[in-house]
Each structure stands twice: as C-alpha cells, then as structure tokens.
C-alpha cells in the first residue's frame, strides 16, 4: 500500500517521454461505465492526464510557431499546485478557458501535468531543466526535486559549467555545490567543455574567480578565449582579438597570467594579441626584474586543492623473495561513500635501493576502463610511497565498486603492504576494499601493492 502512495521515477529518452506526453497514454473510455474499469482513484485520475473528456481549461503552451494545445481539469491542478489553485479558485481567479504559456516548452509542461495527475516522473537529459523551470514556476516541489535529484545524478565534467549557471538561476544551492566539487576537482576538462563556452558573464567570472580552481592557468585563460570567441558570435560580433577583449571585459583581470610559468606566458597569452602592449611589458618585468611594476592582475597562484590519501595497510615489509612483478598484474576493487575523485595512486618502490619503475596504471568500472597511462617513478629505497597520477582526475560514483590495477617494470625486489583494511574512514569519505580477479601478482586486501588511493573529495 505504501508504495502505491510513492511517486515513481522513469528515466526514459527524449523521444519516448515526448512521444508518450503528446497523447493520452490511458484507453479512452468507450462506455458511461469506463470509471468500475479502475479501482482506485490515482488510476482513474491518470485516465483524465492530456484528455479532453470533462475538460474545463486549455494551455496553449510553447512559444509562438511551436504550440501545443493541452487540456486541463481545474480542479486536479489546484489539488497539484498552489499556483493552479489560486489561478482558478483564489481571490483574483480569472475565467479564463484559454490560457498562454508562452515560456514553457510542451514536453516539460506535460511532464509536470503527468506528475500532478498520475503520480508518475519521467524524467530525461534533454528536458529536465526545462521541467525544473516548469515545477519551480508552479510551486510542484517533490517534481523540482527529483529534477535536481537527476542533474546531480548525471553531472560530469562534460555539464558542470551548464548546470553550475542554472542551478544559481533556479535557486538550488546543493546542486550548485555538486557542481563546484566537480569543476575544482575535475577543472581542465570542465574548462575544455563545449558547455563551458555556454555559460552567461556572471557564471564565467566566479569560476575564473575560483581560488580551489585545480587547473593550470594556461587551460584558464584558452578555455576564456574559447568563451569570448562563442560570446562574439552570440553578439554578432567578428571574433577579433579586440572583439574578443570587448566581451571579456573586466574579466580578463581574474585569470592570474603573471602566475603563468614564465615560458607558457611568452609562448601563450604574451603572443594571443588580446593582452595591450603595456600588460604584456609588464608581465615580463614582474617575471625578470627586481623592482616589479604593479599589475591589475592576481600574482598569486591558485590554491587548487589538496590531495588526500587513503593508505589501506597498517605496515609494510619486503623479503627476499618477495615483491616480483615480471609483467603481472597487482589490482584491489574499491568502492566509496560518496562521490570522490580519484587523482592517483601511491605505490611501492624498491626495497633494496634506489630505481626507476615504469608503471601502465588503470582504473576501471564493471570491467570498462575509464582511466590508464603509462608513467615511470623514481624510487629511494625507502618504505615510502610513491605518486602516480593520471592526466585527469577521475569521478568516482558513490557505492559502486571500481577496480585499480598496476602494472610495474623495474626492479624485482619491492616493499609491499601487510595487515590490509577492508574499511578505511579518510575524512568524511569512507572507502571498502576487496580482492579483484584481475590480480594475478598476489595483490588483495590483506598485502601487496597499490597501498594508497589519491583522490579529491
């Protein structure tokens, strides 16, 4: 019984969800009776979702050239939505038969409408901020909330920048924060984003603002002129060097160019022609000379963010026939709490002195790689772990298992880890461990290799 009482949640594609909104998916009665066909009052209301029959109100919903027109019941859309309520039954209540809703598009009117009479979300990428402007305009607050519930479920690199600009439109401070951990933990690939070049002024300026930005300054100031280049074409401007320092305005002063290795500068920003003259002399005297000249930009470095380790083993210890590699693989499947961002991960080196280790590093989930390269690491000879890292960090899903694998040429006597955790709390991230079948070098949770993971969290 409870769970009739539930909405349910389907995540179904674009075409499906708009094919299904566009007609009554419930049989159309055929007989006065057709009510005894339905036993319980949820069912009978879905009957009268997108239905003609009994109507007393129209939307004519979309913008002008792409309307549609819907049927409504007055009085299960005030029962749905306090807006509808005082639209048909308050003070100020108009009867009105025809109603415009010019800035709503039809699927995502009817995606509320379908909540408000069955009970049902169905939900997709490509309608579902639209349907989140529609339940926040209407005041239908579990359906903004799934809505926010399926952003922060699909947010990646690829849409952070997007929804980050959304999200503060709409109001949704937790989403807006999902979407901050991702950009400064993931911020090169959020930066090279088509999305990124999407974005308003006011959103542009808070992430070149952004002092946890984990980005190099050159991917920060590219990605900007990316930005300035699509902004000219949406103000039909040429897209110039002067026309791209027109629409940056004041914000070009947030990317921090004098924290630029000298080198990238010269080869980079120095040589864009969106930098004056006086800027570019400047940034190379605050670069070489000793009494530097005073600049509008920011000198100092980004702070980025901090990695943080998980080590899995209480000790460690190296014996005289033992660590071997020879090509094998030493992998362990981790799973974490909450969604973190794996950078890297530490690794042993030589346990009778120093040497050079060539490594192929991987990560994987359900058996499809979502991150590898191939790296070498200098060794000391200490019990010491040592950083590996891969050219991106990479998302990590809460509760799902992932597995890390490395693979090590060098030297065949290496320190290795002893009395394993399945269980390791890192701050407010706890991570499980178990063994992986894809190690065949002895690796499991108890002993061997891959002794920390490197993540942002």
């Not at 009479?117 to 926040?136: F, G, Q, S």
């Not at 490395?406 to 030297?411: C, Q, R, W």
Request: net charge negative.
């Amino acid at each position: 019984m409870a769970a009739e009482l539930l909405p349910t949640k389907k995540l179904v594609s674009s075409a499906s969800i708009q094919q299904q909104n566009l007609s009554n998916n419930n049989p159309a009665p055929g007989c006065c009776s057709w009510q005894g066909l339905y036993p319980t009052i949820r069912e009978r209301n879905s009957v009268m979702f997108n239905n003609e029959m009994m109507a007393d109100v129209h939307f004519v919903v979309g913008p002008p050239g792409g309307t549609q027109r819907v049927p409504g019941h007055k009085y299960v859309l005030a029962v749905g939505s306090s807006v509808f309520h005082a639209m048909f039954y308050g003070e100020l209540a108009e009867d009105k038969e025809e109603i415009r809703i010019p800035d709503v598009e039809p699927p995502s009117f009817l995606a509320m409408l379908k909540y408000i009479y069955c009970d049902e979300i169905e939900l997709c990428a490509d309608t579902v901020l639209a349907t989140l402007y529609a339940a926040k305009k209407y005041i239908v607050p579990h359906l903004a909330r799934a809505c926010v519930g399926f952003l922060e479920t699909s947010l990646s690199a690829r849409n952070a920048c997007v929804l980050l600009s959304q999200s503060c439109l709409f109001e949704e401070p937790d989403l807006t924060q999902r979407c901050w951990e991702v950009i400064d933990a993931q911020a090169e690939l959020a930066l090279r984003s088509e999305g990124f070049c999407d974005i308003d002024a006011q959103t542009l300026e808070s992430i070149l603002r952004r002092e946890t930005l984990n980005a190099k300054e050159t991917a920060v100031f590219e990605a900007a002129l990316s930005w300035a280049e699509a902004e000219c074409q949406r103000r039909d401007l040429p897209p110039t060097v002067d026309n791209k320092r027109l629409v940056l305005g004041k914000a070009v002063y947030l990317i921090r160019i004098p924290a630029m290795a000298l080198e990238d500068f010269a080869n980079g920003a120095a040589q864009s022609g969106v930098l004056t003259l006086t800027e570019t002399n400047d940034i190379f005297l605050w670069h070489t000379a000793s009494r530097k000249p005073d600049l509008l930009f920011c000198t100092r470095p980004r702070a980025g963010l901090a990695p943080q380790r998980c080590h899995r083993f209480q000790s460690c210890a190296y014996r005289s026939n033992q660590w071997r590699y020879r090509g094998r693989c030493d992998s362990i499947q981790f799973a974490a709490d909450r969604r973190v961002f794996v950078a890297g991960f530490g690794l042993y080196g030589s346990s009778c002195g120093s040497a050079e280790y060539g490594a192929r590093i991987e990560l994987k989930r359900q058996g499809v790689a979502v991150a590898q390269r191939v790296v070498k690491f200098f060794s000391d000879g200490s019990s010491s772990t040592f950083a590996v890292w891969f050219d991106y960090p990479v998302q990590i899903e809460p509760d799902t298992f992932y597995t890390a694998s490395a693979v090590l040429d060098g030297n065949e006597l290496s320190y290795f880890g002893q009395e394993g955790m399945t269980e390791v709390q890192c701050g407010k991230v706890t991570f499980q461990f178990q063994c992986s079948s894809d190690s065949t070098n002895g690796t499991g949770v108890q002993g061997g290799q891959i002794p920390e993971l490197i993540f942002y969290a």
